[in-house]
């Protein structure tokens, strides 16, 4: 008897070093037993020192791969990353409002870890206005929350509950705000519903450099857990879980000069922690 594993997509951009974009979501659907698919957005040319270069993919090209694997794969759920500009987000957006009941995660990635910019400021109007409405989930840091809502960055657990409610009347479903850009020796991050649920989650602050691709690590393990049935709110938990040891474990590599990856296929060699 043949039997379809669960299936994730995601839709972003190259990361040619391996830490982050594309690449960082394949391991980490994989890691999680997920089978994954993608669409590549953006070509770049970077490192763990920093983005040199970024080609984007035509659109038309854009939608030509994700109309090849959404017409032969069970798609089980969706992650976006990198889009780039505006037409790249106009071209997803439409591609994605085709579809009806697939869990859809977008991470906003506006900057790099290095500080390179991956998202053309202009194209911001548009994640707010075409692309988050048709989300499940959307993952924003700190800065990108704020850049979402043209506002300062939170400093305190009620700016971060007033932006995350803020950024549900968007139109999406459920806002996580992560904050791992924040102070503090606990790294706090924010849940709300559309539906009214409000979880905050926190881990101690781990103080290491190499966290390069956390975020894209982060939005790919939800839609792991997604596409492996489980609830939002366990997807979620158990995924910062992951993202955590990813963390810790990379602590004793040495990947690169600069902000190296976290450790995506830590969990092979050892089971992920629960939360």
């Known amino acids: 008897m043949s039997l379809t594993p669960p299936i994730a997509l995601t839709i972003a951009g190259s990361d040619p070093s391996g830490g ?7 391991k980490t659907f994989t890691a999680l037993g997920v089978y994954g698919a993608s669409v590549i957005t953006a070509l770049t040319a970077q490192n763990t020192r920093g983005v040199t270069g970024v ?19 069970a798609i089980g759920a969706i992650k976006t990353g990198m889009l780039a500009d505006t037409e790249t987000v106009a071209s997803v957006s439409t591609l994605l409002s085709r579809l009806r009941g697939i869990p859809i995660v977008v991470d906003p990635v506006m900057v790099a870890t290095s ?12 994640v707010r206005e075409r692309l988050i409405p048709l989300a499940s989930l ?18 305190s657990d009620a700016e971060l509950t007033e932006q995350a409610e803020a950024l549900l009347q968007l139109g999406c479903a459920a806002v996580l705000i992560k904050g791992g ?34 975020g894209c690590t982060l939005a790919a393990a939800i839609a792991a857990n997604l596409a492996s049935g489980r609830a939002l709110t366990d997807s979620v938990q158990t995924a910062k879980a992951f993202v955590w040891s990813a963390i810790n474990s990379a602590a004793t590599q040495q990947i690169g ?10 969990s092979i060699r050892n089971p992920p922690l629960e939360s």
Do not use: W
């Not at 982050?20 to 394949?26: F, T, V």
């Not at 080609?55 to 017409?71: G, L, R």
């Not at 959307?138 to 400093?155: D, G, K, W």
């Not at 503090?184 to 691709?213: F, Q, Y």
């Open 20 to 26: 982050a974009g594309i690449q960082a979501d394949l």
């Open 55 to 73: 080609m984007k993919v035509p659109a038309d090209f854009i939608a030509a791969q994700f109309d090849a694997v959404t017409s032969d794969l």
């Open 115 to 126: 500080g390179d910019r991956l998202l053309d400021e202009n194209a911001v109007a548009a």
């Open 138 to 155: 959307i993952t924003p840091n700190l800065p990108e929350a704020a850049a979402l809502l043209s506002t300062e960055v939170a400093r």
């Open 181 to 214: 850009h924040g102070c503090g020796d606990e790294a706090v991050d924010l849940l709300v519903t559309a539906s009214g649920d409000c979880l905050r989650l926190s881990a101690p602050r781990i103080a290491k450099r190499n966290t390069h691709g956390t």
């Open 257 to 266: 000069g600069g902000n190296g990856p976290v450790d995506h296929l830590f």
